[in-house]
């Protein structure tokens, strides 16, 4: 697989460079230079999800990483379910929160911790990547332990819950977490001064396990045709997917599992009131305002870092803009939807319930729409139950985390604090 800079295109790497890089020159994004497309998508249906998603990475990356990898590297990093749940009429949940830190990262994160266990064979790696909530715990989950490997998350001090920071802060060993006094956005800007810095990439070979990542990207592709697949045992249609937007990693992958001939009939990108997205494809003006706090944290992200690959994919698919409506859903409609949703018997949390009130809002009268579940209720347990006035039992994953303490270092926005910091826990 080739992929180019999208910021300078002569920068040309394989699949294997672009997951060790993560970014590339003036922090360009990697992007493939040619979307493969699958025959006879219905047989592939049919198929059951490991099984499929083995053809659907093959066409990526069996030319350069073999198919026998290919298999093994989906075999370990699939090993959980992902059901299709009806919400209400017309309205289905794809639950994406059953594996390990009961999140969607958990697919991104554990196919790219079985990439670079297969493609760096003994090299040391430092992984530096930042964290709106869930992304720290899928990848400290996914990479603790390994061999060879160490894992700096960064993460915006006080603006995630404590269930979410005890997740990924008290592991130790080869994860090493940061909580830096600011916002997400400031973390991500951090990560992206530390690709740029030559002492750092030369000292430290750092990789970035953000969704920036290609493989994670790869990995997403593969929910959205099981999506599909689940959807049309009932249904003669196509659906009309709501993708829970922050980074827009997720909706990228939608967009690649479409251009690789998945029917899907259209995407609705829905944010928070972080809606850069949404008033931009209104109004074709990108004006990022600061970001703001929200119940659905996960999602403040005021300048989505995917957002080129969009369009990038609607460009050499001929597509247009105007085919993705942006919703940006507000904090009280956000309420409103959980509640909606729990009182038709189905228990939700912030994020999914922006994309089932976005879908509700523009599914027309002869299409049945899908959300994504983003995340387990319980791991937005507060909220949750300040809306609904109920209890939530914690599932035993996140039982096991309340007691233990969390070992972060505190940072300031600061580069070059950053920067002392990250070659003391990593240079022994
Ligand atoms: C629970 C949840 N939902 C939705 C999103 C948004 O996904 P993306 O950043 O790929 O747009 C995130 C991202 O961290 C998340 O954690």
């Given at each position: 697989m080739e992929l180019y800079n999208l910021k300078h295109p002569s920068q040309v790497v394989s699949f294997t460079q672009a997951v060790?890089?993560?970014?590339?020159?003036?922090?360009?994004?990697?992007?493939?230079?040619?979307?493969?497309?699958?025959?006879?998508?219905?047989?592939?249906?049919?198929?059951?999800?490991?099984?499929?998603?083995?053809?659907?990475?093959?066409?990526?990356?069996a030319e350069e990483l073999g198919q026998d990898t290919v298999d093994r590297i989906v075999e370990r990093a699939f090993n959980f379910d992902l059901p299709l749940v009806q919400a209400d009429k017309d309205l289905y949940s794809l639950e994406l929160f059953h594996g390990p830190t009961l999140a969607f990262k958990d697919f991104g994160a554990r196919f790219m911790a079985q990439c670079l266990n297969e493609l760096a064979k003994g090299e040391k790696i430092n992984i530096l990547t930042a964290t709106s909530g869930d992304t720290g715990a899928a990848v400290a989950d996914a990479f603790y332990g390994l061999d060879n490997i160490n894992v700096v998350v960064l993460y915006p001090k006080g603006k995630i819950s404590v269930l979410q920071e005890k997740m990924f802060t008290t592991?130790?060993?080869?994860?090493?977490?940061?909580?830096?006094?600011?916002?997400?956005?400031?973390?991500?800007?951090?990560?992206?001064?530390?690709?740029?810095?030559?002492?750092?990439?030369?000292?430290?070979?750092?990789n970035s396990a953000n969704s920036i990542n290609i493989s994670r990207l790869l990995a997403q592709i593969c929910y959205?045709?099981?999506?599909?697949?689940?959807?049309?045992?009932?249904?003669?249609?196509?659906?009309?997917?709501?993708?829970?937007?922050?980074?827009?990693?997720?909706?990228?992958?939608?967009?690649?599992?479409?251009?690789?001939?998945?029917?899907?009939?259209?995407?609705?990108?829905?944010?928070?009131?972080?809606?850069?997205?949404?008033?931009y494809l209104d109004n074709g003006?990108?004006?990022?305002?600061?970001?703001?706090?929200?119940?659905s944290n996960a999602m403040d992200v005021a300048e989505p870092s995917n957002w080129p690959r969009v369009e990038a994919i609607v460009k050499v698919m001929n597509w247009s803009l105007t085919d993705i409506k942006g919703i940006g859903v507000s904090e009280a409609d956000t309420v409103d939807s959980v509640k909606a949703l729990h009182a038709g018997g189905y228990l939700s949390e912030p994020h999914a319930a922006i994309a089932a009130f976005a879908l509700k809002q523009t599914?027309?009268?002869?299409?049945?729409?899908?959300?994504?579940?983003?995340?387990?209720?319980?791991?937005?347990?507060?909220?949750?139950?300040?809306?609904?006035?109920?209890?939530?039992?914690?599932?035993?994953?996140?039982?096991?985390?309340?007691?233990?303490?969390?070992?972060?270092?505190?940072?300031?926005?600061?580069?070059?604090?950053?920067?002392?910091?990250?070659?003391?826990?990593?240079?022994?």
């Open positions: 060790k890089l993560g970014l590339g020159k003036d922090r360009g994004l990697f992007f493939p230079k040619n979307i493969p497309t699958l025959d006879d998508i219905d047989g592939l249906l049919a198929l059951p999800f490991v099984e499929r998603s083995k053809k659907v990475i093959g066409a990526w990356l592991l130790g060993d080869n994860i090493h977490t940061v909580a830096v006094s600011a916002d997400f956005d400031a973390c991500q800007t951090l990560v992206k001064q530390s690709f740029e810095d030559s002492d750092i990439r030369d000292g430290l070979h750092l959205y045709f099981e999506a599909v697949a689940q959807f049309k045992k009932s249904n003669n249609s196509d659906p009309v997917i709501a993708v829970p937007s922050g980074n827009f990693g997720n909706l990228t992958a939608g967009l690649f599992a479409k251009a690789m001939g998945l029917p899907i009939k259209r995407f609705i990108a829905a944010t928070n009131s972080n809606d850069t997205v949404p008033r003006e990108w004006s990022p305002q600061l970001t703001v706090a929200t119940m599914l027309l009268a002869d299409e049945k729409g899908i959300f994504l579940g983003t995340a387990h209720p319980a791991k937005f347990n507060e909220v949750v139950e300040q809306i609904l006035a109920v209890d939530l039992p914690l599932p035993p994953e996140l039982a096991a985390v309340v007691p233990k303490t969390i070992l972060s270092a505190n940072l300031a926005a600061d580069f070059e604090a950053l920067k002392r910091h990250l070659f003391t826990i990593l240079v022994k």
